[in-house]
C-alpha cells in the first residue's frame, strides 16, 4: 500500500462535489423564468451532463497524478495504484455516449413535445423517438464490431546475444549493445521482415468509445479549429466595436421607437410560421424562415442590449456606464490572454503533431517544469488548456450557428435560457468532451506517458482497423490548424466591422 496516495483520493472526492455544486448554480442562474419550479428531468439531465463533462477532463490530470505513484517502480505492474483509471475511463465514456444517444434525445423530444398533449403520450413520443435511434445504433454498432472490430498491432520481432553479468558497467555511447563490434543494437538493425501485424479483437466498450471519438473528432476539429480562434479574437474585436460614449435621450427613443418596429415585425413572422407548423407544412423554406427568424431575434437582442449600455438609465447611471466600460476593458484582457493560449496551442500542434520527429515537446516541458516548482501547478495548467479547447469548441458553435442555415442556434443566456437549449449544450460538451480527452492525451503524450488514457486513445483508437488511418495522416489535426488559420483571417479582414442591420424583416416567399 506504500504506492497508494489517499490525498489523490480525497482531492477527486473534493472536485466532483464542487464541480456538482456549480453545476447547479450554473441552471439555476441561466434558466429561464418559464422553466422555474418544472422540467425537473431536463433539469437533472443537464447537471448530470455537465458534470460527466466537467470530470471527464479532469481525469486526465487526475490520471496523470496517479501515475505519479510509479515514478520509482522498475515496471508499471510493481505498481499500487490508488485509482482503477483505465476502469474509470471506460465507464465514464460508456456513460457519455448514452447521455449524448439516448437520453439527452429523449428530454429533449419530451420538453419540445406538443404541450397540448397529455405527459403520457408526450413520453411515448419521445420514447418512440429514442427507441428507433437505439435500433438504429445497435445494428450500426453491431454490425460494425463483428466486421472491423479488431486492433492491428504492427510488431517487431526482436533477438540479442547473451553475455555474463559484468562486474563493471561496460556501455557507453559509442558501446550501447553486447559485442564489441556492434554499434546499434537490434532495435535498429532488425530488417523489415522482422516486423509483422498482431491483431486482436478490441472489446466492445472500447469499441464504442472508438466510434463515440470519431463523431466528436469531426465536430472538434470544426467546431474547436473556428473556435480557437474566434474565442480570443471576439473578445478582443468585441472591445473594438464597444461604444464610445453616452447618447442623448433623443437618439435613445428613436433608436428605441425603430426596435419597436423591429420586435413588432418579427413577432408577426413567428406567428405565421407557428401557424405554418401547426397545418403541417414544415418544408425547406420553413426552415430556413426559422433560421432568419432566429438570427434576427438574436441581433435584436444584441442590439437592445448595446443601447442600454449606451443610454444607462435610473440612479446608478454613472455606475452602470463605469461597469460596461470596465467589462470591455475586461473582455480585452481576457482576449489577449486567449489569444496567447491559441497561439501556443496552434504552435505545439505544429510543432509536437504535425512535424515527424516532433521539433521540440514545447507544452510538455513547461508542464514538467511547472510540477517541479510545485506538485499540482503543472497539473493544473494542464487541466486549464484542456479545458481552453472544450470553451473553443463552444465558441466555435456559436459563431457557425449564427452564420449556417444547416446548424441549429441554441445560444446560452443569463437567466433566459430554455432547456432545449441547455440540453443541446450539454449533448455537444459531452460529445466533444471524448475528443477534447483523446486529443489532450496525444498531443500532451509526452506528458502523459504511461497513463490509462493513452493506453486506450494512444494504442487501442489509434490501431483500429478503418480508423486508425485518420490518426496515421493526421486528418484532424491538420483540419483543426487549417479552420484556425481560415478564422484568423477572416476576423483580421471583417472581425473589426461593427455588424450592420439588416432593415426591415421579410420572410422568403
Known amino acids: 500500500m506504500g504506492d497508494f496516495n489517499l490525498a489523490l483520493v480525497i482531492v477527486a472526492i473534493v472536485v ?7 453545476n447547479v448554480y450554473l441552471l439555476v442562474n441561466y434558466q429561464h423564468p418559464d422553466d422555474k419550479n418544472q422540467a425537473y428531468f431536463p433539469k437533472f439531465v443537464v447537471v448530470f451532463g455537465l458534470s460527466v463533462a466537467a470530470i471527464s477532463i479532469l481525469m486526465l490530470p487526475a490520471d496523470v497524478a496517479n501515475r505519479q505513484a510509479c515514478r520509482h517502480a522498475i515496471y508499471n505492474g510493481a505498481c499500487n495504484l490508488t485509482l482503477p483509471m483505465k476502469d474509470l475511463w471506460i465507464a465514464v465514456y460508456i456513460v457519455d455516449a448514452v447521455l449524448v ?16 398533449k397529455s405527459v403520457a403520450k408526450r413520453i411515448k413520443s419521445a420514447l418512440l423517438w429514442v427507441i428507433t435511434t437505439a435500433i438504429v445504433c445497435g445494428l450500426v454498432l453491431g454490425i460494425l464490431y463483428g466486421v472491423i472490430g479488431k486492433v492491428d498491432f504492427t510488431v517487431r520481432h526482436l533477438s540479442s546475444t547473451t553475455t555474463t553479468f559484468p562486474s563493471s558497467w561496460d556501455f557507453s555511447g559509442s558501446q550501447p549493445c553486447i559485442g564489441s563490434g556492434a554499434h546499434q543494437c537490434s532495435a535498429y ?11 486482436m479483437r478490441a472489446t466492445f466498450p472500447e469499441y ?19 473556435g480557437i480562434a474566434c474565442l480570443p479574437l471576439g473578445l478582443i474585436f468585441s472591445f473594438i466595436r464597444r461604444p464610445k460614449a453616452v447618447i442623448t435621450r433623443s437618439q435613445y427613443i428613436k433608436e428605441a421607437t425603430e426596435f419597436g418596429k423591429k420586435a413588432r415585425e418579427l413577432k408577426k413572422a413567428a406567428d405565421a410560421l407557428h401557424q405554418e407548423e401547426r397545418s403541417g407544412s414544415k418544408g425547406r423554406k420553413w426552415r430556413k424562415n426559422v433560421k432568419s427568424v ?47 493560449v491559441s497561439v501556443a496551442w496552434v504552435a505545439h500542434i505544429i510543432i509536437y503533431l504535425l512535424v515527424d520527429p516532433p521539433l521540440s515537446p514545447f507544452l510538455n516541458e513547461v508542464f514538467i517544469k511547472l510540477d517541479d516548482i510545485w506538485g499540482l501547478l503543472g497539473t493544473v495548467a494542464f487541466a486549464f488548456f484542456c479545458f481552453y479547447l472544450l470553451l473553443a469548441v463552444i465558441a466555435g458553435a456559436m459563431m457557425l450557428g449564427l452564420r ?26 459531452l460529445l466533444c468532451s471524448i475528443s477534447v480527452i483523446q486529443f489532450c492525451a496525444t498531443a500532451f503524450g509526452y506528458y502523459a506517458q504511461a497513463t490509462a488514457a ?37 476576423y483580421a479582414a471583417f472581425g473589426w466591422r461593427r455588424k450592420k442591420r439588416s432593415g426591415r424583416f421579410q420572410l422568403s416567399s
Open 454 to 490: 493513452q493506453e486506450i486513445f494512444g494504442h487501442t483508437l489509434q490501431s483500429l482497423r478503418g480508423i486508425k488511418y485518420l490518426y496515421k495522416y493526421n486528418v484532424f489535426q491538420i483540419s483543426f490548424v487549417v479552420l484556425a488559420g481560415l478564422t484568423f483571417v477572416y
Open 404 to 429: 449556417l442555415v444547416f446548424i441549429t442556434i441554441h445560444p446560452m443566456k443569463w437567466g433566459a435560457t430554455l432547456m432545449n437549449s441547455f440540453l443541446f449544450n450539454v449533448g455537444l460538451i
Open 101 to 116: 444517444f439516448f437520453i439527452i434525445p429523449f428530454a429533449m423530444f419530451y420538453y419540445e413535445g406538443d404541450q397540448d
Open 16 to 22: 466532483c462535489i464542487i464541480v456538482l455544486l456549480f
Open 208 to 226: 464504442v468509445v472508438a466510434l463515440a471519438t470519431i463523431v466528436g473528432s469531426v465536430l472538434f476539429a470544426i467546431f474547436g479549429g473556428v
Open 294 to 340: 432566429e438570427k434576427e431575434l438574436l441581433q435584436l437582442e444584441e442590439d437592445v442590449k448595446l443601447l442600454e449600455e449606451m443610454y444607462p438609465q435610473g440612479e446608478k447611471a454613472e455606475t452602470a456606464w463605469a461597469l460596461t466600460v470596465l467589462g470591455y476593458l475586461a473582455k480585452l484582457v481576457l482576449g489577449i490572454l486567449g489569444l496567447i
Open 189 to 199: 538493425l532488425a530488417n523489415a521482415s522482422s516486423e509483422k501485424t498482431w491483431t
